[in-house]
């Protein structure tokens, strides 16, 4: 089994910045693609970003491409999302997740999620 553990939310004023990190155990998740979303209250899940797994190709919904940052470093199984230029509409819980389908945006493909954590940007 593997569990996947999010740290690194907050509160922030608009502007600033937050790194978000997401730590799997219970087995290596270096042929997985890694993901970030993010639900709102009230709001659906949506896709923020994902990272192949060798780390060389990144995805971003256009919310926050030029903003968030995605990498990982398979040798500490760890990933991490570096939000620049926090808005007060990226306020919302965000969770990593993993799943074998390379490249994946849908939230149905990942197979394995964290717990979430928050992130609240004032204005």
């Known amino acids: 089994q593997v569990q996947l553990v999010e740290s690194g939310g907050g509160l922030v004023q608009a502007g600033g910045s937050l790194r978000l990190s997401c730590a799997a155990s219970?087995?290596?998740?270096?042929?997985?693609?890694m993901g970030w979303f993010r639900q709102a209250p009230g709001q659906e899940r949506e896709f923020v970003a994902a990272i192949s797994w060798r780390g060389g190709i990144t995805y971003y919904a256009d919310s926050v491409k030029g903003r968030f940052t995605i990498s990982r470093d398979n040798a500490k199984n760890t990933g991490y999302l570096q939000m620049n230029s926090l808005k007060p509409e990226d306020t919302a819980v965000y969770y990593c997740?993993?799943?074998?389908?390379?490249?994946?945006?849908?939230?149905?493909?990942?197979?394995?999620w964290g717990q979430g954590t928050q992130v609240t940007v004032s204005s």
């Open positions: 219970g087995r290596t998740l270096s042929t997985y693609t």
């Open positions: 997740a993993a799943t074998a389908f390379y490249g994946s945006r849908r939230s149905i493909e990942y197979e394995y």
